[in-house]
T-cell receptor
Framework: NAGVTQTPKFRVLKTGQSMTLLCAQD?????MYWYRQDPGMGLRLIHY???????AKGEVPDGYNVSRLKKQNFLLGLESAAPSQTSVYFC???????????FGPGTRLTVL | AQSVTQLDSHVSVSEGTPVLLRCNYS??????LFWYVQHPNKGLQLLLK??????LVKGINGFEAEFKKSETSFHLTKPSAHMSDAAEYFC??????????????FGAGTRLAVHP
């Protein structure tokens, strides 16, 4: 039981490049989330999904897109990366009951 | 709207002494509250959660927190710090979107340093 996994762990992009971050969970959770973590700001919600085939905007969605084609996977895309998107990205999942979310190990992204 | 304020950005203690990490919240209704811990270059791990049962909540690794509605506080404590407790700690309040799930609102974090 791996829990929540994220790929890749590290990535460096140039401004304007695109990439996709992959999140996978093996707990059969309905709900999945993408957060970004910046120094002194805690975690902020980018997008979330309440089930396969559904997505919704969170607190800071601009510049990101997501897809949930399979229940166990949640993809985060950056179509044209900007330096302001340099951050650590965390994926999480939950069963939707009690609010507890389980987090992946994070992806450290640097945009030059 | 709900919010969380962690009153100290950094706390430094000696090994074996008590730990107190302070958190105040703002909520228009009875909230769910959590403490998460993040060790360096790791993901977040749930320490404990309050969901309107007992006001004193016990978590993992000897941590506990007390929900005080009159003070809108949810401070995290541990009687005796261990070197392995050095990490960043996040106080979190749960909000409920109209979509029917619990959105988590994070405090800015408190970095705990433990000295020998």
């Amino acid at each position: 039981n791996a829990g929540v996994t994220q790929t890749p762990k590290f990535r460096v992009l140039k401004t304007g490049q695109s990439m996709t971050l992959l999140c996978a969970q093996d707990m059969n959770h309905e709900y999945m989330y993408w957060y970004r973590q910046d120094p002194g700001m805690g975690l902020r919600l980018i997008h979330y999904s309440v089930g396969e085939g559904t997505t919704a905007k969170g607190e800071v969605p601009d510049g990101y897109n997501v897809s949930r084609l399979k229940k166990q996977n949640f993809l985060l895309g950056l179509e044209s990366a900007a330096p302001s998107q340099t951050s650590v990205y965390f994926c999480a999942s939950s069963s939707g009951l009690g609010g507890e979310q389980f987090f992946g190990p994070g992806t450290r992204l640097t945009v030059l | 709207a709900q919010s969380v304020t962690q009153l100290d950005s950094h706390v430094s203690v000696s090994e074996g002494t008590p730990v107190l990490l302070r958190c105040n919240y703002s909520s228009s209704y009875s909230p769910s509250l959590f403490w998460y811990v993040q060790h360096p270059n790791k993901g977040l791990q749930l320490l404990l959660k309050y969901t309107s049962a007992a006001t004193l909540v016990k978590g993992i690794n000897g941590f506990e927190a007390e929900f005080k509605k009159s003070e809108t506080s949810f401070h995290l404590t541990k009687p005796s710090a261990h070197m392995s407790d050095a990490a960043e700690y996040f106080c979190v309040v749960s909000d409920r979107f109209s979509g029917g799930y619990n959105k988590l609102i994070f405090g800015a974090g408190t970095r705990l340093a433990v000295h020998p």
